[in-house]
């Protein structure tokens, strides 16, 4: 339950995905993600936020929080740092992002996070991001799971 609750009020802080594109900008908004290769019978479903805040016109920080639907319920909080490298077209861009992550997959672990992620503008507020990241973890008795992850987001 204390998992459950702190899980809620970080989503209140920081509800988000959406892609800020100019220093200062911030988005929220909610997203899911599917966790494979953790060492469990089968992947897991995870639903969060995230929010995103830039730091220039090409590099954000990007907070996370998500609930993993297991057995018990675990928590994974990460923050990601993303630089905004291709601009595909005028409303897709796509991005590298690196970060540190801490969850209790089968108990406490930290790492970092390596990964790629793209984002499509749905008009001046709004947004659709997409990604995946490898989450290398400490722990030495389950595997560092492969995270897809959609959300939508609002820009700010």
């Not at 090409?58 to 928590?75: D, K, N």
Request: one cysteine or more; a positive charge.
């Amino acid at each position: 339950m204390k998992k459950i609750l702190l899980a809620a009020i970080i989503a209140c802080f920081a509800i988000g995905a959406a892609s800020a594109q100019e220093q200062g900008d911030w988005a929220v908004g909610p997203r899911m993600g599917i966790y494979t290769h953790t060492g469990a019978e089968g992947a897991i479903f995870g639903i969060g936020a995230f929010g995103r805040y830039s730091l220039t016109n090409r590099w954000r920080v990007e907070p996370a929080i998500t609930a993993l639907c297991e057995q018990g319920c675990s928590i994974d909080a990460n923050v990601d740092l993303q630089y905004r490298l291709i601009r595909v077209a005028r409303v897709w861009s796509v991005y590298p992002a690196v970060g540190v992550s801490a969850n209790d997959i089968g108990g406490w672990s930290f790492g970092v996070n390596v990964g790629a992620g793209t984002d499509f503008s749905l008009g001046k507020h709004w947004d659709v991001s997409a990604g995946f990241k490898w989450m290398i973890q400490t722990a030495e008795y389950h595997k560092n799971p492969l995270v897809v992850t959609i959300g939508v987001g609002y820009k700010f």
